[in-house]
């Protein structure tokens, strides 16, 4: 099956399903950290599910302080400045209806892996737009109940999300990584976390606990 590229108001990369089939495929979307762009995560691919259709963003604004691109300004404490986050969001939300139209993808198998900043939008879209997405990896991010938002948050439905964050991040330190956990535990999620003994990055291990993890969610949704 030959998968065109979709027009969208997000630049992207895909790469198709190692094992074709003509079929609807579970989708993955990845999310770049601050001064990645969508190159960044790509080399992820190889090592997932071989059933996994995988578009990888690009944020909308140009990092000012370095390469590549960044989702939105952010202001002390981690705070997010809310007119960039809205804009992405936007995007990244109109983003995904694109997908769901116009590419292969069985809207039951979506899911969203996160890396630094990317993380954040993965925790907003999930809990925007729960109805569309499965599941979340979520690597070496944040999120706060204590988030000033330009967007209502919806109930999520026992929806998977795998937390992994690195002891040794001096990026995102790991105790503000832990907000993510304490704010998810209170809802109606089913959470795996797991912290590992790495800095901030994706490790070996890392990698290989999620991709399992990957695995088993596509596998338990008939």
């Not at 907003?124 to 737009?129: A, E, N, V």
Request: aromatic residues 10%; hydrophobic residues 40%; contains cysteine.
């Amino acid at each position: 099956m030959q998968i065109q590229t979709i027009k969208s108001t997000l630049i992207h990369k895909i790469i198709p399903p190692r094992v074709e089939k003509n079929e609807k495929h579970p989708c993955l979307i990845l999310l770049h950290g601050r001064g990645a762009d969508e190159n960044d995560l790509l080399g992820l691919a190889e090592y997932l599910d071989p059933r996994l259709l995988i578009i990888s963003v690009r944020a909308p604004f140009p990092f000012d302080y370095g390469f590549g691109y960044t989702w939105f300004e952010m202001l002390e404490n981690f705070q997010p400045e809310l007119s960039s986050l809205k804009e992405s969001h936007q995007k990244l939300t109109r983003f995904l209806d694109d997908v769901v139209e116009q590419y292969p993808v069985d809207t039951s198998k979506i899911f969203v892996l996160g890396f630094s900043m990317g993380t954040v939008m993965g925790y907003l879209l999930l809990l925007t737009k729960p109805e569309s997405i499965h599941g979340l990896v979520a690597n070496s991010g944040y999120f706060s109940e204590k988030f000033k938002l330009p967007v209502e948050l919806k109930s999520l439905n026992k929806h998977s999300i795998f937390i992994i964050h690195g002891t040794y991040d001096s990026v995102i330190p790991i105790h503000i990584g832990r907000q993510a956990k304490e704010f998810l535990s209170k809802q109606n999620v089913e959470l795996t976390y797991k912290e590992y003994p790495m800095a901030h990055e994706i490790s070996e291990e890392s990698l290989n606990d999620f991709s399992r993890w990957l695995t088993q969610q596509i596998d338990k949704i008939k």
